[in-house]
């Protein structure tokens, strides 16, 4: 069983920053990938962030230059320095991990509860 919990989220102003952070716990063999999405009201979810295990990393065109991701592999740990906000960067925050959890090559995708970022103008 695995669980995979953020926190962090809150309510700043816009031009402000927030860190969110992730962990990952439980029955992991390894992870593959560490993602944030985000879904505002009455839209879809979009990937904000990705960081694979080499540290390769990934943005939307949006947070280019005001979003960070950074991983920590012996903590199973992912984080998100968000700076610059904007109030159409609010929406629930979710964390997601590819995770392998034997090495025989079970895996899946595995979520978070979300953490709600309110961006105020």
């Known amino acids: 069983q695995v669980q995979v919990v953020e926190s962090g989220g809150g309510l700043v102003q816009a031009g402000g920053s927030l860190r969110l952070s992730c962990t990952a716990s439980g029955s992991i063999f390894t992870i593959v990938s560490m993602n944030w999405y985000r879904q505002a009201p009455g839209k879809q979810r979009e990937l904000v962030a990705s960081v694979n295990s080499g540290g390769a990393t990934n943005y939307a065109d949006s947070v280019k230059g005001r979003f960070t991701i950074s991983r920590d592999n012996a903590k199973n740990a992912v984080g998100l320095q968000m700076n610059s906000l904007k109030p159409e960067d609010t929406a629930v925050y979710y964390c997601?991990?590819?995770?392998?959890?034997?090495?025989?090559?079970?895996?899946?995708?595995?979520w978070g509860q979300g953490t709600q970022v309110t961006v105020s103008s």
């Open positions: 997601s991990a590819y995770i392998y959890t034997s090495a025989r090559g079970d895996w899946n995708e595995y």
